[in-house]
């Protein structure tokens, strides 16, 4: 059996769970949630990712999907987006559900894995989708999201992203009451986008196990959207896991500065750097034409899991490789039917059986269930906090 077929055949038995897909966000982009036009039960590689029988030739098992809307929209602009979002998601599982299965909890996954079916969470990706509220947290957690990511691209009022100018200095008073409620309803805390600042605050006040849920090793490709290595040192204390992404851009040292000035292109064309539309794509294709773009590829992702494994150990390891929600992706995991080609360069490289089910499938459920246990005996201790930003963020008299 050469080391594809024993990658399948692992992943038959250890599926991948991945840890963020932006499948939702481009069924709004392109066709406005029209799901007719962008039917996943068939072939979509001329327009996503992502549909049905790619996810089973990846051996997929789990997914994390993102409820993602972009972190300029204002205030409850945000909300609704989101829900309409988490709309979205439903449908999806109400119009597949021989393949797809709602997870709310480990034993939901461990359930879906019995039955052949993918389980899908939800994963809200940057806290202002929860406008200062945390009575919205929670009624974004009974809807069945799973994870918050505490930012996106831009800060919040009280926690500072990877790519903004520092804010807060990390977490505010009610940022760590944000953490402290999250972990009270078994929510878990998402650190990819936050900066170095936020995670170790995250770090420090979360009793539960956090989350990366599509970030990679900073050592190996020094982007602030990645993690450093003093953070993934304190995973094996806390319990959590870092899932490494798939994104050029962050992964591959050449692909920065060619995406920088890609993204420059964009926004000289009056287009959104984030635009994954035909007109954006297009311009992209013309400067990739004048500009040959770095290209990752498999061992460029193994490279960091490498390193990750290395530094906070193979049980706080995962994968998210954030399909639909990025424009390029390497060679050999051009969307989501690649997984086995990444697991087949892993064996290549010396990893077990026992090491490679850990990271796709042991350790995200773990993770999830201790993340739960945390939130039945915090609520056991006490309710739901009604702090407000303005009472815990009010500046000193």
Same mark, same amino acid.
């Given at each position: 059996? @050469?080391?594809?077929?024993?990658?399948?055949?692992?992943?038959? #038995? !250890? *599926?991948?769970? @991945?840890?963020?897909?932006?499948? =939702?966000?481009?069924? &709004?982009?392109?066709?406005? /949630?029209?799901?007719?036009?962008?039917?996943? $039960?068939?072939?979509?590689?001329?327009?996503?990712?992502? @549909?049905? *029988?790619?996810? &089973?030739?990846?051996?997929?098992?789990?997914?994390?999907?993102?409820? /993602?809307?972009?972190?300029?929209? =204002?205030?409850?602009?945000?909300?609704?987006?989101?829900? +309409?979002?988490?709309?979205?998601? $439903? #449908?999806?599982? #109400? &119009? !597949? =559900?021989?393949?797809?299965?709602?997870?709310?909890? $480990?034993?939901?996954?461990?359930?879906?894995?019995?039955?052949?079916?993918?389980?899908?969470?939800?994963? $809200? +990706?940057?806290?202002?989708?929860?406008?200062? %509220?945390?009575g919205t947290l929670r009624g974004l957690h009974a809807l069945g999201v799973r994870y918050m990511t505490l930012t996106h691209n831009d800060n919040t009022d009280w926690a500072d992203s990877a790519t903004d100018e520092p804010g807060v200095g990390g977490l505010s008073p009610f940022g760590h009451e944000v953490v402290r409620e999250m972990n009270r309803t078994g929510m878990l805390v998402d650190l990819s986008h936050v900066a170095a600042t936020t995670m170790r605050d995250a770090l420090a006040t979360s009793t539960a196990p956090v989350m990366f849920s599509h970030s990679s090793a900073r050592a190996v490709c020094d982007h602030p959207r990645n993690i450093p290595d003093d953070v993934l040192g304190l995973l094996p204390a806390n319990g959590g896991i870092a899932m490494a992404t798939f994104v050029p851009k962050f992964v591959l040292p050449a692909a920065v500065a060619w995406t920088q000035a890609a993204d420059e292109n964009l926004r000289a064309n009056g287009l959104h750097h984030l635009d994954t539309t035909g007109r954006a794509m297009k311009v992209h294709a013309e400067f990739e034409a004048a500009n040959p773009r770095p290209m990752a590829t498999v061992a460029t992702i193994a490279d960091h899991l490498d390193h990750m494994r290395e530094v906070a150990g193979v049980d706080h390891i995962g994968i998210g490789g954030d399909y639909d929600g990025?424009?390029?992706?390497?060679?050999?995991? +051009? @969307?989501? %039917?690649? /997984?086995?080609?990444?697991i087949a360069e892993l064996l290549g490289r010396g990893w077990s059986a026992a090491d490679l089910a850990k990271l796709t499938w042991q350790n995200a459920v773990r993770v999830l269930r201790a993340a739960e246990d945390v939130g039945r005996e915090l609520r056991t201790r006490r309710g739901p906090s009604h702090a407000t930003i303005e009472q815990l963020d009010a500046p000193a008299a």
């Open positions: 059996m @050469d080391r594809l077929e024993q990658a399948r055949a692992l992943l038959a #038995e !250890h *599926p991948v769970v @991945d840890g963020h897909n932006d499948l =939702p966000w481009a069924l &709004r982009a392109q066709v406005n /949630y029209d799901m007719d036009a962008r039917d996943i $039960a068939g072939d979509q590689s001329a327009h996503l990712h992502t @549909d049905i *029988p790619r996810l &089973r030739a990846g051996g997929v098992g789990a997914q994390f999907w993102s409820v /993602y809307v972009p972190s300029d929209l =204002p205030g409850d602009d945000a909300v609704s987006a989101t829900l +309409e979002q988490v709309d979205a998601v $439903a #449908e999806l599982l #109400e &119009r !597949h =559900p021989g393949d797809l299965r709602r997870a709310l909890s $480990a034993d939901d996954m461990e359930t879906a894995r019995a039955e052949g079916r993918i389980a899908s969470l939800m994963g $809200a +990706e940057g806290g202002h989708s929860i406008n200062n %509220s945390l990025t424009a390029f992706l390497p060679q050999g995991l +051009e @969307d989501v %039917s690649g /997984y086995p080609n990444l």
